[in-house]
């Protein structure tokens, strides 16, 4: 099961200026016990490796997709996004950024399911998640939750079957 995992505003944006222009702390709880809960693969690019978690993701298995040949202690690079993700059809694997990867992996047809945080707010972000609306349909939805005085809520996307 390939999933991708984002919040995203209004706009869907979901960085600026290669940063999360938010900060929720209970969002950020969730992504953890997410990742770690299915499977404990993340796949990220490289840039939201290296401007976003900074190091690897404890307690995960961590995959970065990049066309550096350097290795990085404690990731596993990932030179070929289709021939990767094929290796994941039995498997879970978290797909958790950025806006290129996300994009990648949906056109690819690979995406199963997407948890997305609907955050209530224009954050002008100048990355954004894919359009998602004609592929996938809501299955599940959180009531709403507050922090930092922002309006948030949990959904689950199932891809359409056709």
């Given at each position: 099961?390939?999933?991708?995992?984002?919040?995203?505003?209004?706009?869907?944006?979901?960085?600026?200026?290669?940063?999360?222009?938010?900060?929720?702390?209970?969002?950020?709880?969730?992504?953890?016990?997410?990742?770690?809960?299915?499977?404990?693969?993340?796949?990220?690019?490289?840039?939201?490796y290296h401007k976003t978690y900074r190091g690897p993701l404890?307690?995960?298995?961590?995959?970065?997709?990049?066309?550096?040949?350097?290795?990085?202690?404690?990731?596993?690079?990932?030179?070929?996004?289709?021939?990767?993700?094929?290796?994941?059809?039995?498997?879970?694997?978290?797909?958790?950024?950025?806006?290129?990867?996300?994009?990648?992996?949906?056109?690819?047809?690979k995406a199963d399911e997407l948890y997305l945080t609907h955050?209530?707010?224009?954050?002008?972000?100048?990355?954004?998640?894919?359009?998602?609306?004609?592929?996938?349909?809501?299955?599940?939805?959180?009531?709403?939750?507050?922090?930092?005085?922002?309006?948030?809520?949990?959904?689950?996307?199932?891809?359409?079957?056709?």
């Amino acid at each position: 099961m390939i999933r991708l995992i984002a919040a995203i505003d209004r706009r869907r944006g979901i960085g600026k200026n290669g940063l999360i222009p938010w900060k929720i702390p209970e969002d950020e709880q969730y992504f953890t016990d997410q990742t770690k809960t299915h499977g404990g693969n993340v796949l990220t690019g490289s840039a939201t490796y290296h401007k976003t978690y900074r190091g690897p993701l404890a307690g995960r298995q961590n995959y970065i997709l990049t066309h550096n040949k350097k290795p990085i202690k404690g990731v596993t690079l990932v030179h070929d996004l289709a021939k990767f993700l094929d290796n994941f059809q039995d498997k879970d694997l978290w797909v958790a950024g950025g806006a290129d990867v996300f994009e990648a992996v949906i056109k690819l047809g690979k995406a199963d399911e997407l948890y997305l945080t609907h955050i209530d707010g224009d954050f002008d972000c100048d990355r954004f998640f894919p359009e998602y609306e004609q592929a996938f349909r809501l299955v599940s939805k959180s009531e709403l939750h507050q922090q930092n005085g922002l309006n948030f809520y949990y959904a689950i996307y199932a891809k359409k079957i056709s």
